[in-house]
């Protein structure tokens, strides 16, 4: 597929890290310490079917400059979105728009690649992974990292001259991080 001689490396391909996929990475004593962690693990609705992670508390920080009063947060309208599009007006102007299940399916992220004409994926989290980091406990997070590098090894098995990842580390536990 290379093109003019030379392959297409995209090296800021995100995924949305979908909680289910991660979690059959999870033994049972795993999962049942996020269980225990109660209201400060949550999940969202996510995009094909499946859920995203929402982790910690989040305050109610729409504020007026100056002001202690609390405003209600802002519409799509007011944040620069339009008809469901994108901020200032940016418009999806290439291919079709990659499917949901690009995040959890590595088959149909290949397909997605095979039409943008992309060689090699950098397969980057997109930060709900890294919310595990304002948890308290260490061993949790590092516990969901490794899950979730487990996930991406199987996720990019298949295609290994075609997706590649990183390492999500603990700058909390270098030591376990560097064993990882």
Same mark, same amino acid.
């Not at 049942?32 to 508390?57: D, E, F, N």
């Not at 088959?107 to 397969?123: L, P, Q, S, T």
């Not at 996930?151 to 590649?164: G, I, V």
């Given at each position: ?8 490396? =995209? ?22 310490? *996020?269980? !225990?962690?109660?209201? *400060? ?23 007026? #400059?100056?002001? /202690? ?5 802002? %519409? ?6 339009? =008809?469901?599009?994108?901020?200032? =007006?940016?418009?999806? +102007? ?19 690649? %095979? ?10 989290? !997109? ?14 997070? *590092?516990?969901?990292? +490794?899950?979730?590098? /487990?996930? #991406? ?7 290994? =001259?075609?997706?590649?990842?990183? *390492?999500?580390? !603990? ?10």
């Amino acid at each position: 597929m290379a093109r003019a001689g030379y392959r297409i490396f =995209d090296a800021d391909t995100h995924i949305i890290e979908a909680a289910e996929p991660i979690e059959a990475y999870l033994s049972a004593a795993d999962k049942a310490r *996020l269980a !225990s962690l109660g209201s *400060l693990i949550g999940r969202a609705p996510g995009k094909g079917g499946v859920s995203r992670y929402r982790v910690g508390k989040r305050p109610e920080l729409n504020r007026l #400059l100056g002001s /202690r009063e609390r405003v209600p947060p802002a %519409d799509a309208v007011t944040r620069g979105l339009k =008809d469901g599009g994108t901020p200032w =007006d940016v418009r999806w +102007q290439g291919p079709p728009f990659p499917d949901d299940r690009v995040n959890f399916d590595s088959h149909a992220r290949i397909k997605d690649m %095979d039409i943008e004409g992309v060689d090699v994926n950098m397969v980057l989290p !997109s930060g709900g992974l890294a919310a595990f980091s304002g948890l308290d406990d260490v061993s949790i997070e *590092l516990m969901m990292y +490794q899950a979730y590098h /487990r996930f #991406l090894k199987d996720y990019c098995a298949p295609y290994p =001259d075609r997706l590649t990842s990183v *390492l999500h580390v !603990s700058v909390r536990d270098v030591p376990a991080s560097v064993a990882e």
